[in-house]
């Protein structure tokens, strides 16, 4: 959204009753958030198609946390669906925004980040106050810099999947399809001003709810001096702009323009876009429910005279336990996360509950995937004890996951299998969207029946076979330990396997206990006395009998001890057998993890 959108003065005004954000506080009529929020949509008898916006301002990076509003929103829009409703699910580009600061860190159209000085930055640090959409490309591969940005939000979409309208604020404008709006707003500006100095104090009887672009220097402008409504235009005076701590300086020139050229403030656009796309709902940030939501809501009501779409306030989530931040380079884009987990565990992630602050981990995707591969288990009562009682949570979370489950695999689910319902043997796309309601039903389908086949390997014993590039290896290990079934059919074995690259990418950038080389292909060249020996055949009939990895680092201290064997050459002889190297993870949770036959017969020496 706009970065327009802090609050200057204190909302004095109380709220009407339907325009709450916190939607998903307090008892809810299901099981689901999304289905919940649906239901709201629906009290309003609301026309078709169903119309659910998202929007941000393309300022830079767009990361994770970005992608809240559209997989939010798809949710909702895939609930609706279900329910046999057309929905359009539409993401504006605020792309008429000045740029107001220089970011320091920058993304090409394949998502890798870099600094700004890799860049033309010269060429942007001319151009603060102009909008977006006037600004050139620093990659000189699109036609602004606002449509680069814009681009990489869309792709981040294609990607998982979710079919999402991107529409252009400065296109709506240079289209007139604000021109009358923007007309009705200068013809009651009064009541616009009245409205909006609850909450901004900069408000006073000049101030006029229309930004003009300066035919000179191409920068928006917040002074005009007179409205020609009539006319369709407005005179202006190129001031000076407050930008945070600095000041953005005008050009002094006095000029003429239409209604096309130039934008409304934001806290008069947000509600217009509203208007002229007939939104139903939109799910916007905490900020925004603290900040321009309340004036949003109020403008509408009581300017615009329309109803504001059904709300929905998410918690924000943090990257890693800290705040995103496009400017320092702490984001991480979908792109990156596509290269570690499956596009499926990532949607999944936006199923919880977007009432709840939470951490996305990329350190700890093992404790993702796991999370979701329960979930999956769950749809399929895969886990579910015949002869145990059923809880009000295992009640709930069967419930959860009948509802989220479908429209969380269905993208997958549509690059995976053809038309006819055949599985396709190398699929081009890692998600394709489904809105057509015969395919949607084909899919729901083959969710429920052919695609119960499939296997998922366990995330850190994906890992581990990572740490071989032999994929026939990978295989006989994952068949050896029961994972994939000798029945299997072609497509489960690759759907199992292709975990493994992802596993092993995820080792590769968190630089964890699983970035390591195993010597699986042949013994490293050891010298062992007959102690050290002795001590390595016990310690393998240990752990032929536990498979505990706290039990298993302890033994191997105890081992030690045992056969009078210094503790750190005893860890250096494991890692030797394993690594070749004179150093590794921590062993015996490590050791835990693997194959037992391998372990068993590295530890005894044999081929």
Same mark, same amino acid.
């Given at each position: ?412 689910? =549509?690059?995976?299998? #053809? !038309?006819?319902? $055949? ?5 081009? %796309?890692?998600? *394709?969207?489904?809105? @057509? ?87 490293? =060249?050891?010298?062992? #006395? !007959?102690?050290? $020996? ?5 310690? %393998?009939?240990? *752990?032929?009998?536990? @498979? ?60």
């Amino acid at each position: 959204m706009s970065d327009e959108s802090a609050t200057d003065g204190d909302a004095v005004r109380e709220m009407h009753a339907d325009d709450d954000p916190y939607v998903l506080q307090g008892p809810q009529p299901h099981a689901f958030w999304a289905e919940s929020v649906a239901e709201k949509i629906l009290d309003r008898d609301p026309e078709e198609p169903i119309v659910i916006k998202g929007g941000i301002s393309p300022s830079g990076v767009p990361h994770l946390g970005n992608m809240n509003e559209i997989v939010r929103g798809y949710f909702v829009a895939e609930a609706l669906r279900s329910r046999g409703y057309e929905v359009r699910q539409v993401f504006t580009a605020d792309d008429r925004d000045p740029l107001r600061k220089l970011p320091r860190k920058l993304a090409d159209l394949d998502g890798n980040i870099v600094e700004l000085g890799d860049v033309n930055a010269g060429a942007l640090g001319r151009n603060l106050g102009k909008p977006y959409t006037e600004i050139p490309d620093p990659f000189e591969c699109c036609d602004s810099y606002g449509e680069h940005f814009s681009n990489l939000i869309e792709r981040s979409a294609e990607l998982l999947g979710i079919p999402v309208e991107m529409v252009s604020n400065t296109e709506l404008y240079e289209d007139g399809e604000f021109e009358d709006l923007t007309r009705y707003l200068l013809d009651n500006q009064e009541q616009a001003r009245e409205v909006l100095s609850h909450y901004q104090d900069k408000v006073d009887e000049e101030y006029v709810p229309f930004n003009p672009i300066c035919e000179e220097c191409g920068k928006i402008t917040e002074t005009v001096t007179e409205a020609n409504i009539d006319e369709g235009t407005v005179e202006y005076v190129c001031t000076d702009m407050e930008a945070g701590d600095q000041t953005i300086e005008g050009c002094g020139h006095e000029g003429t323009a239409t209604f096309r050229e130039g934008k409304l403030p934001w806290r008069f656009e947000w509600p217009g876009q509203w208007q002229v796309l007939g939104v139903d709902h939109e799910p916007f940030g905490k900020d925004h429910a603290e900040g321009s939501w309340p004036s949003g809501s109020d403008v509408a009501r009581n300017v615009l005279d329309i109803e504001p779409p059904v709300p929905m306030a998410y918690e924000w989530f943090t990257l890693d336990g800290e705040a995103f931040s496009s400017s320092s380079g702490h984001v991480v884009m979908v792109q990156d996360v596509l290269e570690m987990i499956e596009p499926e565990v990532l949607r999944y992630f936006f199923t919880k509950d977007p009432s709840k602050a939470r951490d996305f981990s990329v350190e700890h995707f093992d404790y993702l995937v796991d999370d979701f591969d329960a979930f999956e288990r769950t749809y399929y009562g895969e886990d579910r004890d015949a002869d145990a009682e059923t809880t009000d949570a295992d009640e709930k979370a069967a419930d959860i996951a009948a509802a989220a489950y479908p429209p969380t695999i269905r993208p997958t689910l =549509a690059a995976r299998f #053809d !038309a006819d319902g $055949e599985p396709l043997s190398a699929p081009d %796309a890692k998600s *394709v969207p489904a809105t @057509d309601d015969d395919r949607r039903a084909q899919l729901d389908a083959l969710a429920d029946d052919e695609f119960g086949e499939r296997v998922r390997l366990p995330y850190t014993f994906a890992a581990v076979l990572g740490m071989t590039d032999d994929p026939d290896l990978r295989e006989e290990i994952a068949r050896r330990e029961g994972h994939v079934p000798d029945d299997a059919p072609e497509w489960v074995t690759e759907f199992a396997l292709s975990r493994v690259v992802r596993a092993r990418e995820w080792a590769r950038r968190t630089q964890n206990e699983f970035d390591y080389e195993l010597k699986r292909a042949e013994m490293p =060249a050891v010298e062992l #006395d !007959a102690e050290t $020996e002795a001590a390595l055949d016990d310690l %393998a009939d240990f *752990v032929a009998d536990h @498979d505990e990895p706290d039990e298993i680092q302890g033994e191997i201290y105890e081992t030690a001890k045992r056969h009078d064997i210094d503790i750190g050459d005893f860890f250096s002889v494991g890692y030797r057998l394993f690594f070749d190297d004179e150093e590794g993870p921590k062993l015996g949770p490590f050791l835990a993890k693997l194959d037992e036959e391998f372990v068993l017969a590295r530890l005894r020496r044999e081929s």
